[in-house]
């Protein structure tokens, strides 16, 4: 049976890797699991993979990529030709908001400005905020 290079712990990493959320499921919040079930040949190419569970469209269209630029190792069957079944499971989770620690401050300053036509003082303040992530 061909193997993927690096085993399975390989394989998640080339998925986590190479996965490009799509930008209709991210706007929409779409968040889950697509399994595809496909087959590798004998000398480690994917050949007709085809989704078993469902989430969105393009996130179904995101597996098949992914899944199709598997490049498996070469088994040898003693001149057999052998295709393997092979399933897998790709998450689509949403990424988690980060946690935005904000700190404000002000600096207030004040200025005195006389009227000409009236003997009235006028109090002016300006406030500065600032934002820091």
Do not use: W
């Amino acid at each position: 049976m061909p193997e993927y290079p690096g085993g399975k712990k390989a394989l998640r990493t080339f998925i986590n890797t190479h996965l490009r959320y799509p930008a209709d499921a991210l706007a929409a919040g779409i968040e889950g699991v697509v399994t595809v079930a496909y087959e590798v040949n004998d000398s480690g190419v994917v050949e007709s993979a085809k989704v078993i569970k469902s989430l969105s469209p393009s996130c179904n269209e995101e597996a098949l990529r992914l899944v199709y630029m598997l490049k498996y190792g070469s088994a040898y069957n003693h001149g057999v030709r052998v295709k393997s079944n092979h399933r897998i499971n790709i998450y689509f989770r949403l990424p988690k908001s980060q946690s935005v620690n904000l700190q404000i401050s002000y600096t207030e300053s004040e200025s005195k400005k006389e009227e000409i036509q009236s003997s009235e003082t006028k109090q002016e303040y300006t406030y500065t905020i600032s934002v820091k992530n």
